[in-house]
């Protein structure tokens, strides 16, 4: 049976817009600040159910000389999308995240990523992002859509190793 997506609405005690959101987990590639050559992504709550990524990009990130990776591009925008779930008051994991790349990022620039829940369907949490290099205005370098699947916390509980 298919259900109609319903319009996201933040959890009441999700962190208001303008709230610096803490990593999740302290060695996460995506936010964790004890990762060595992490994204070290800092997200900072929007309107309703988004966020505002941004990260800095470094000789770590790259593949092609002077590039970004496109995996690593590719883990911002999972990150990004993960903390805008998260606004909905439940943790949630990637199902499928696809990645429209429309320019070369360099290394060096700061990649602003803009994240937001498009709707909700059950367990389902759609989501739609662009980033820009830079300056957060200038036109996309990349375009994306995710679907995640809300889990309970004790999700990561049974898959922690450290």
């Given at each position: 049976?298919?259900?109609?997506?319903?319009?996201?609405?933040?959890?009441?005690?999700?962190?208001?817009?303008?709230?610096?959101?803490?990593?999740?987990?302290?060695?996460?590639?995506?936010?964790?600040?004890?990762h060595?050559?992490?994204?070290?992504?800092?997200?900072?709550?929007?309107?309703?159910?988004?966020?505002?990524?941004?990260?800095?990009?470094?000789?770590?990130?790259?593949?092609?000389?002077?590039?970004a990776?496109?995996g690593?591009?590719?883990?911002?925008?999972?990150?990004?999308?993960g903390?805008?779930?998260?606004?909905?008051?439940?943790?949630?994991?990637?199902?499928?995240l696809?990645?429209?790349?429309?320019?070369?990022?360099?290394?060096?620039?700061?990649?602003?990523?803009?994240?937001?829940?498009?709707?909700?369907?059950g367990?389902?949490?759609?989501?739609?992002?662009?980033?820009?290099?830079?300056?957060?205005?200038?036109?996309?370098?990349?375009?994306?859509?995710?679907?995640?699947?809300?889990?309970?916390?004790?999700?990561?509980?049974?898959?922690?190793?450290?």
């Amino acid at each position: 049976m298919q259900r109609s997506s319903t319009a996201p609405l933040p959890h009441p005690e999700a962190p208001g817009p303008g709230s610096v959101l803490p990593s999740h987990f302290h060695h996460c590639y995506g936010c964790g600040p004890a990762h060595p050559t992490g994204l070290r992504s800092r997200v900072v709550v929007g309107e309703g159910v988004s966020v505002h990524s941004t990260v800095e990009l470094t000789r770590d990130h790259q593949g092609a000389p002077g590039l970004a990776h496109g995996g690593l591009l590719s883990a911002a925008l999972d990150e990004a999308f993960g903390s805008a779930a998260l606004l909905l008051g439940r943790p949630a994991v990637t199902a499928n995240l696809s990645v429209d790349y429309l320019r070369p990022v360099p290394i060096g620039t700061t990649l602003h990523i803009r994240a937001y829940c498009t709707g909700t369907d059950g367990r389902k949490v759609h989501l739609s992002a662009e980033a820009m290099i830079d300056d957060a205005a200038a036109e996309p370098v990349l375009r994306a859509t995710a679907v995640f699947i809300a889990v309970t916390f004790d999700h990561f509980a049974r898959h922690r190793t450290t």
